[in-house]
């Protein structure tokens, strides 16, 4: 398995606890850009560019924080998501299931839906997933590139809980902590564990994280 090649293993030592995070946030601000609106781009390395050995040391941190979880699947949403997810997935030796934002021939008509507001482009879209790909009684670990108000995270939730999946928490890759998605996944009792999270970033400070 994956898992025991000596190479992977190396970059599971670099990418443990606060080594792990502390690099991604010397990645953001290395790389990321800081635009009007509180928009955050790290283009270079995560949602357009992957930077794959960089994002396998995220997915082996994810595999760190719930590994002694029973992890049956990971679900995320096109299409930022899915590289990180299906990094994380190999850790784990798991499928990835991506939620679709627009229903293609290929789809049957047996799917859950959720509706989704995007903070980033201002629109509201459904998210499709066929329900033969989330089963009831499965375990679910939602991995995401960022959390900002929750409204995907709450929508991928709502998937797996019509389903009669259970939600084994949420791995983020960054995290606008000073918007109120945490928070209010959280306060659901779900488990977010946000590998980078920002309390407060402009174009003029650009980006400055949390202390805890």
């Not at 990321?32 to 949602?47: A, D, M, R």
């Not at 809980?161 to 259970?166: M, Q, R, T, V």
């Not at 488990?191 to 003029?204: F, G, W």
Request: hydrophobic letters at 45%.
């Amino acid at each position: 398995m994956f898992l025991k090649d000596p190479k992977f293993l190396g970059f599971y030592d670099l990418a443990m606890g606060e080594t792990g995070m502390k690099a991604l946030e010397e990645k953001i601000l290395a790389e990321g850009i800081v635009s009007q609106g509180n928009v955050l781009k790290v283009s270079s390395f995560l949602n357009h560019q992957i930077d794959v050995p960089f994002m396998q040391q995220v997915g082996q941190e994810f595999y760190r924080l719930f590994k002694d979880e029973r992890v049956d699947k990971i679900l995320t949403i096109e299409a930022s998501g899915i590289g990180v997810a299906c990094l994380t997935a190999v850790c784990f030796d798991v499928p990835v299931v991506f939620a679709k934002k627009s229903k293609s021939k290929n789809l049957t008509n047996d799917c859950y839906t959720a509706q989704i507001a995007s903070f980033t482009h201002g629109t509201t879209h459904e998210v499709i997933v066929e329900k033969r790909f989330i089963q009831p009684g499965e375990r679910i670990l939602v991995v995401d590139d960022f959390l900002a108000v929750g409204n995907a995270l709450a929508g991928l939730i709502q998937l797996i809980e019509d389903a009669g999946a259970e939600v084994v928490g949420a791995g983020i890759v960054i995290e606008k902590a000073w918007q109120e998605g945490g928070k209010r996944i959280r306060d659901r009792g779900i488990r977010v564990e946000s590998l980078a999270r920002i309390q407060e970033m402009t174009p003029e400070k650009g980006v400055i994280f949390c202390d805890d």
